[in-house]
């Protein structure tokens, strides 16, 4: 039988430090036993990656997680027949083990007979303890059931009296618990939302929490800090999971079918709440917007939102980049004909009909049905124009521009597809594309087949650059941000075209020796409200009525002295070069630049980072592009996206209390990371010893498995985090201040803009 892989890291101190003496760390096949994991198309690898969900057993009173903590691990409350599912099969394996049968289970090989001896009669009793629990639960009739599953409490340690906003961690979280955020329950009382099933009764500041329950998953998947301090109220079990294992529940389509019901209580609201358009309503108008909102994701490079599209939503941003573009959009408009270009235009679609070449008679076909066919060459040869057909024509373009992906049959490669027509500036167009269409962007896809029509049918369709102006970025939106609220609530049509953003390809990962994959894919998930239902709270709340006309007023205004310092002052539109967009500086939070006019070149700033750190190993490296006169070197940057933490197979990357990015001592050196990296802050450093599996990590393997050894640890730069200056040193020992740490969207775009600019191009309030 073939030995199977595992994985241990070099280091388990920090989760063994976590570690309470009746917690435990469960062999796969007694994670297979809880409920959770049923009914999974593919269950996590514990087999693989050993100890990274722990089984915690608390008694009343033990603090589970604390409110404001950065969050990497979720909590699962385990049910009473969970808790028994276990403990059989762990007596099983126990009596076997006494009976001399061969068993797989080092964690009780490594205790003496009477060790195990004692723990067959805890188990026996905490069996039968069990067994009356689950009787009684079946027995008891709804209301005292669901009182004897109640095992914890999320608590709330904030006051929640109105106070002016402090800074750091206290200032968000009365921030995020004022009094606004409140909403009434059934009984009359007020609720307030929390990472956690139940919301917080204002008055009592707890939520109850029962068996079967999940929390914590928001932190864990949105990186962001704990809502609440959850304690134990009875004797129970959890299990704590790291991220992967999440990922895997997540990724499952019944279990992601709950996890967005989850979103949409716990999440929703706080969004909605935050707009100021939504401030205003009481609890009654509201629940009528919460009743109608829908949950929408998109892939990277997807379109949201076209510019001349109609306004039918508005969006405000869960998770992602989202990138606002003037001059992007790509459908035909009938604005774009003249009247008297229809007779021309039926004439040469009528003339492509009739073409024997295969390339038109291919697009031809993709594009027009027969009986449009004949339809339009009828119409052709009598000169007679209908608005009927004028629409059946647009619908049918439309519907092909806005197609997934490049027909086989016209090329598989932007090669292949520019050699088509002997043009110039399609050929121009595809050289700045991806080799293979199949990893175009939506909106890449989209411009190359509206040029197509354009070339296969050229006094027929319009030439959109005739029409349009140079396309520019109007910025980049994220988390909490909304979308096309002008729009709706002008009644006009979209005048901006909004675009998942993801990291550029900036080839940086290929620096790492045996690099696979590169930065992984990144979506954008969105809350999407209905026109008809803003709509209709305009018509029916005065103070929304009333915020709304204002908001409009100060927009309006804000729009033309945009336009006004554009025309003025060209170089405002520095960020939506080329270049800029290559090298995906819009991402950093925390973008590290070096002026180059300043720099000496000392390199005082990379021997303050080593000093920095006990392991001697620098995070900074001088190396990499230039923009403008800043060198952008290779460090972290804090992402608004941080792929680097997706996938981790054991949890050990994850953001610190003020959003740095920390790898933790459990690495096992698998590069993933440093692999999804676009800009190459993430190092794999050798250890000069390898870390070998203390007893207690062997004993959660079996006899079958292989250890493969650690050999490297992934390091990152977590901004000086854990010293007491909380500044970067490199940036504080630069003695001719060059080095600084910027957020590129307020830094490379106006304050004052970024601040403002809404999903439609506006400036917001």
């Known amino acids: 039988m073939a030995k199977s892989a595992a994985?241990?890291?070099?280091?388990?101190?920090?989760?063994?430090?976590?570690?309470?003496?009746?917690?435990?760390?469960?062999?796969?096949?007694?994670?297979?036993?809880?409920?959770?994991?049923?009914?999974?198309?593919?269950?996590?690898?514990?087999?693989?990656?050993?100890?990274?969900?722990?089984?915690?057993?608390?008694?009343?009173?033990?603090?589970?997680?604390?409110?404001?903590?950065?969050?990497?691990?979720?909590?699962?409350?385990?049910?009473?027949?969970?808790?028994?599912?276990?403990?059989?099969?762990?007596?099983?394996?126990?009596?076997?083990?006494?009976a001399g049968e061969p068993v797989d289970h080092l964690g009780f090989e490594s205790l003496d007979d009477q060790e195990r001896a004692e723990l067959v009669v805890e188990y026996e009793a905490e069996i039968a303890g069990y067994e009356d629990r689950c009787g009684q639960l079946e027995s008891a009739a709804a209301p005292a059931r669901r009182q004897l599953e109640q095992v914890a409490a999320a608590q709330l340690v904030v006051s929640l009296e109105p106070t002016l906003r402090s800074r750091g961690i206290r200032g968000w979280l009365n921030s995020l618990f004022s009094g606004r955020r409140k909403r009434a329950g059934s009984d009359g009382s007020q609720l307030i939302p929390v990472d956690g099933p139940s919301d917080i009764d204002s008055e009592t500041r707890q939520a109850p929490l029962f068996e079967g329950e999940l929390f914590g998953e928001m932190s864990c998947m949105n990186r962001s800090p704990r809502s609440a301090t959850v304690v134990a109220t009875g004797q129970c079990y959890l299990l704590e999971m790291v991220r992967n294992v999440l990922d895997t529940l997540h990724n499952d389509p019944k279990y992601k079918l709950r996890m967005d019901a989850v979103y949409r209580e716990r999440v929703l609201e706080g969004h909605i709440r935050q707009l100021s358009l939504f401030k205003e309503l009481d609890e009654v108008e509201f629940?009528?917007?919460?009743?109608?909102?829908?949950?929408?994701?998109?892939e990277s490079g997807g379109v949201i939102c076209e510019e001349f599209a109609q306004s039918d939503c508005i969006y405000v941003i869960r998770s992602g980049v989202v990138k606002v573009l003037a001059n992007a959009w790509t459908s035909l408009r009938t604005a774009e004909f003249e009247a008297g270009d229809w007779t021309v235009t039926y004439a040469d679609l009528a003339s492509a009909c009739r073409e024997d070449a295969e390339l038109v008679a291919g697009l031809v076909a993709a594009v027009f049905d027969e009986p449009l066919q004949g339809e339009l060459i009828a119409r052709a040869g009598s000169g007679e124009?209908?608005?009927?057909?004028?629409?059946?024509?647009?619908?049918?373009?439309?519907?092909?521009i806005l197609g997934d992906g490049i027909p086989k049959e016209l090329g598989k490669t932007a090669e292949e597809v520019a050699a088509l027509f002997g043009d110039a500036d399609f050929h121009d167009l595809l050289a700045g594309y991806s080799g293979n269409c199949q990893n175009w962007s939506q909106l890449e896809t989209r411009t190359c087949r509206r040029w197509l029509l354009e070339l296969a049918f050229p006094a027929g369709i319009p030439r959109r650059d005739e029409s349009v102006g140079t396309r520019r970025t109007l910025a980049y939106l994220g988390r909490g941000d909304p979308l096309g609220e002008m729009g709706v609530v002008l009644d006009e049509p979209r005048n901006a075209t909004c675009v998942a953003y993801d990291h550029p390809d900036s080839g940086f990962h290929q620096r790492i020796p045996d690099s696979r994959t590169g930065a992984v894919p990144s979506r954008v998930e969105l809350v999407r409200i209905p026109r008809n239902i803003l709509h209709e709270m305009m018509a029916s709340s005065?103070?929304?009525?009333?915020?709304?006309d204002d908001i409009v007023r100060r927009r309006q205004r804000d729009r033309q002295e945009q336009a006004k310092r554009t025309a003025v002052d060209p170089a405002s539109l520095r960020q939506q070069t080329p270049r800029f967009e290559q090298l995906g500086l819009v991402q950093g939070q925390q973008?590290?630049?070096?002026?180059?006019?300043?720099?000496?070149?000392?390199?005082?700033?990379?021997?303050?980072?080593?000093?920095?750190?006990?392991d001697g190993n620098t995070r900074l490296y001088l190396d990499g592009p230039r923009y403008e006169n800043y060198l952008v070197p290779l460090t972290c940057r804090q992402c608004l996206d941080p792929v680097c933490m997706i996938g981790c197979p054991v949890g050990a990357i994850n953001r610190g209390d003020s959003g740095e990015i920390q790898i933790r001592n459990w690495c096992i050196g698998c590069r993933l990371c440093a692999e999804q990296c676009p800009y190459g802050s993430i190092q794999m450093n050798h250890l000069p010893v390898p870390v070998e599996p203390d007893e207690h990590q062997w004993s959660l393997l079996g006899e079958d498995a292989e250890v493969k050894?650690?050999?490297?640890?992934?390091?990152?730069?977590?901004?000086?985090?854990?010293?007491?200056?909380?500044?970067?040193?490199?940036?504080?020992?630069?003695?001719?201040?060059?080095?600084?740490?910027?957020?590129?969207?307020?830094?490379f775009f106006e304050s004052e803009e970024i601040a403002g600019v809404s999903g439609d191009g506006e400036l917001a309030s």
């Open 385 to 400: 124009v209908s608005a009927e057909i004028n629409q059946q024509i647009l619908d049918a373009l439309n519907t092909f």
């Open 709 to 747: 050894k650690v050999t490297n640890r992934a390091v990152v730069c977590d901004m000086c985090s854990s010293l007491s200056s909380g500044e970067p040193s490199c940036v504080y020992s630069c003695p001719h201040e060059a080095a600084i740490r910027v957020n590129a969207r307020g830094f």
């Open 7 to 98: 994985m241990l890291p070099p280091d388990l101190s920090e989760i063994a430090e976590s570690l309470h003496q009746d917690d435990e760390v469960l062999t796969a096949d007694e994670l297979q036993q809880i409920s959770l994991f049923d009914g999974l198309k593919k269950t996590p690898s514990f087999d693989r990656f050993p100890g990274f969900t722990v089984l915690r057993r608390c008694e009343p009173g033990r603090v589970i997680c604390e409110q404001g903590d950065a969050g990497a691990t979720a909590f699962a409350i385990l049910t009473s027949q969970d808790v028994l599912a276990i403990r059989r099969q762990q007596l099983q394996t126990l009596q076997s083990m006494a």
């Open 542 to 548: 005065d103070s929304l009525k009333s915020v709304i």
């Open 287 to 298: 629940s009528k917007l919460r009743e109608h909102v829908e949950l929408v994701e998109f």
């Open 591 to 614: 973008l590290m630049l070096i002026d180059l006019d300043r720099c000496t070149r000392c390199g005082s700033c990379v021997d303050a980072c080593i000093a920095a750190h006990d």
